[in-house]
T-cell receptor, first 114, second 112 residues
Framework: DVKVTQSSRYLVKRTGEKVFLECVQDMDHENMFWYRQDPGLGLRLIYF???????EKGDIPEGYSVSREKKERFSLILESASTNQTSMYLC?????????????FGPGTRLTVT | GEDVEQSLFLSVREGDSSVINCTYTDSSSTYLYWYKQEPGAGLQLLTY?????DMKQDQRLTVLLNKKDKHLSLRIADTQTGDSAIYFCAESPSYNTDKLIFGTGTRLQVFP
């Protein structure tokens, strides 16, 4: 079974702190994704990586950066956390399959910024 | 621009059928998906349909696609309390990317 793990289920940080969210997948998938999930807004793509050291901005990249130094690991970084970044963050991975790749999700990290 | 819309809530009685609807705007979408999110968990793929199909059936699930109206629906027969979850539709906009565009999600509540 594909497994996508996220470093924390719940996280509480203060405004202005630097926050790292880690995601690891064990199926050698090329693609990895970071989303945030907010009620009534669904899932919005923050960043996407299709290979090591490769990244592409999603729909809402402002205030976030990412790092992919190894194929299995994709990190989301909040350089200076703000209260409007309080949300559920979901990581996913998929094989490259010309638009058909099923995305496998981690359990999510609920981040609260106070 | 790309936009995928769903109603936010649906409430059904156990044993009845549920129909969750979705409209999308990108007519070039190649695949359309239904994902399920149970409480406290990430999303899990339920089923998908290729854009040249009208219907796909998988046990209690029936997916209908109307390309002309850009309308996708998921029917769950004999709905059970274990089907209570948030259901997301998603579209794959082209063959050149594995990015998906997700809808807002429909929270299905099943009551006895």
């Amino acid at each position: 079974d594909v497994k996508v793990t996220q470093s924390s289920r719940y996280l509480v940080k203060r405004t202005g702190e630097k926050v790292f969210l880690e995601c690891v997948q064990d199926m050698d998938h090329e693609n990895m994704f970071w989303y945030r999930q907010d009620p009534g807004l669904g899932l919005r793509l923050i960043y996407f990586s299709y290979d090591v050291k490769m990244k592409e901005k999603g729909d809402i990249p402002e205030g976030y950066s990412v790092s992919r130094e190894k194929k299995e690991r994709f990190s989301l970084i909040l350089e200076s956390a703000s209260t409007n970044q309080t949300s559920m963050y979901l990581c996913a991975s998929s094989l490259w399959d010309r638009g058909r790749g099923e995305q496998y999700f981690g359990p999510g990290t609920r981040l609260t910024v106070t | 621009g790309e936009d995928v819309e769903q109603s936010l809530f649906l409430s059904v009685r156990e044993g009845d059928s549920s129909v969750i609807n979705c409209t999308y705007t990108d007519s070039s979408s190649t695949y359309l998906y239904w994902y399920k999110q149970e409480p406290g968990a990430g999303l899990q793929l339920l089923t998908y349909i290729f854009s040249n199909m009208d219907m796909k059936q998988d046990q209690r699930l029936t997916v209908l696609l109307n390309k002309k109206d850009k309308h996708l629906s998921l029917r769950i027969a004999d709905t059970q309390t274990g089907d209570s979850a948030i259901y997301f539709c998603a579209e794959s906009p082209s063959y050149n990317t594995d990015k998906l565009i997700f809808g807002t999600g429909t929270r299905l509540q099943v009551f006895p």
